[in-house]
């Protein structure tokens, strides 16, 4: 007989009301959490009040979604025992290092998901990461927000289009293309994968990043790939969920130990390495030099950067450390790098079983983006942070939902 775990619930009248009201505070705290990360408006000196208020709503809202959340929804002892060790961990890191709120964010947007369908969750972050788009946009022409306007090395002058950076507007185009990818799950319109690189090639005319579009593009071709090796070799190992489960768990060290081998490798005596520097625009000096100018601690430490003056094109003294896999063995430290590449890892197996088969071909332009822009890591933004409620559902949800 299998013994069963004990589940606590504070009863409150019905339990669908209580869902209905989990999903609108979700909706709209990912909606602000998403705005304030990725557009310029808490750069604004109109908005200075408004945007303390909403900076003071977010930190307090997280707390007050934590507290909501255990208070309505379902939890199996096991699943209090590792929530309470995720909790112990969040706060003995901040021990060690400067509290950071992202954590928190983090916490409240996951627990929010639990027990939710998948499909449900991702149909509302397309809607939220859409909406969150467009919002931005017309803000900026309507002259609301202001743009970040950068200059290249060769004079090619770069606008944000009200976004925090160029590389962020397209890198929230690719977001929405990995999260219609998984919505639509293994019947992707291919007419809609050429409407995304259509719309990208139009706004980079003024963006002139390359970054996002290369994550696409990545994709696109990858589930080609597939789809021709479905039809030519259907035996091929490569389609075997076996192999797929492993090379999923493989994909994110391999992206992490080449990051960190070529920074630590870099010399400028290398006609190889040059060449790769300059067409990764300066990404491997700029790792060489943190390496060297900081050590990888356990826990992280504090890393000067000088992203230059946000109101001006002229980047002077620009040092900013954009591969997002050495920023975090740096600033977050080993534990939580490795951490956070272990929940990767358990979504992308999670939506492997589930069917979704273009995943591993989703997860190597997610962390190419990564690779170039650290911005993978912000909760808000990272869709597999989203997802990571799901690991708290109950223990046997993955086998229910895949035999469903």
């Avoid at 408006?41 to 408004?50: D, L, P, T």
């Avoid at 964010?105 to 369908?117: E, G, N, P, R, T």
Wanted: charged letters at 15%; aromatic letters at 18%.
């Amino acid at each position: 007989m299998v013994k069963k775990n004990k589940v606590f619930c504070l009863n409150f009248k019905k339990m669908d009301i209580n869902d209905v009201l989990s999903k609108k505070i979700f909706t709209y705290t990912l909606f602000l959490m998403l705005f304030l990360t990725t557009s310029t408006f808490n750069w604004s000196q109109r908005f200075q009040e408004g945007v303390r208020l909403l900076q003071f709503i977010r930190i307090y809202l997280s707390f007050l979604i934590i507290i909501f959340s255990l208070l309505v929804k379902r939890f199996r002892l096991n699943e209090c025992v590792i929530y309470s060790i995720i909790v112990m961990f969040f706060l003995l890191h901040s021990f060690f290092r400067e509290y950071r709120w992202e954590n928190f964010y983090f916490l409240s947007i996951a627990l929010l998901v639990k027990d939710q369908k998948v499909e449900w969750i991702l149909d509302r972050i397309f809607k939220v990461f859409s909406l969150n788009f467009l919002s931005i946009l017309i803000l900026h022409f309507l002259g609301i927000i202001s743009p970040v306007t950068v200059m290249r090395a060769n004079g090619t002058l770069r606008s944000s289009l009200g976004f925090w950076h160029p590389n962020t507007t397209g890198g929230m185009i690719l977001i929405i293309f990995i999260v219609y990818l998984l919505k639509k799950k293994n019947k992707p319109s291919f007419l809609v994968l050429s409407s995304f690189v259509l719309i990208f090639f139009l706004l980079n005319i003024f963006l002139d990043s390359r970054t996002g579009l290369i994550g696409i593009i990545l994709i696109i071709f990858g589930i080609i790939f597939l789809r021709i090796s479905e039809k030519l070799t259907p035996s091929s190992p490569l389609l075997k969920p076996t192999f797929q489960s492993r090379l999923i768990f493989i994909l994110p060290f391999l992206f992490l130990f080449s990051s960190l081998f070529i920074s630590l490798l870099f010399t400028r005596e290398s006609i190889f390495f040059l060449h790769l520097n300059r067409l990764l625009t300066g990404r491997i000096d700029l790792g060489h030099f943190y390496l060297n100018e900081y050590p990888i601690t356990l826990w992280g430490i504090p890393i000067f950067e000088n992203a230059g003056d946000q109101n001006s094109i002229n980047q002077i003294g620009f040092r900013f450390l954009d591969n997002a896999f050495l920023f975090s063995l740096l600033s977050l430290g080993i534990l939580f790098t490795f951490l956070r590449i272990i929940l990767i890892y358990l979504i992308s197996k999670y939506l492997l079983l589930r069917g979704h088969k273009y995943i591993i071909v989703i997860l190597i332009g997610f962390l190419f983006f990564g690779f170039m822009e650290r911005l993978i890591w912000i909760p808000a933004f990272n869709i597999f942070f989203i997802l990571g409620g799901l690991l708290l559902d109950r223990s046997n949800a993955i086998q229910k939902e895949v035999h469903s």
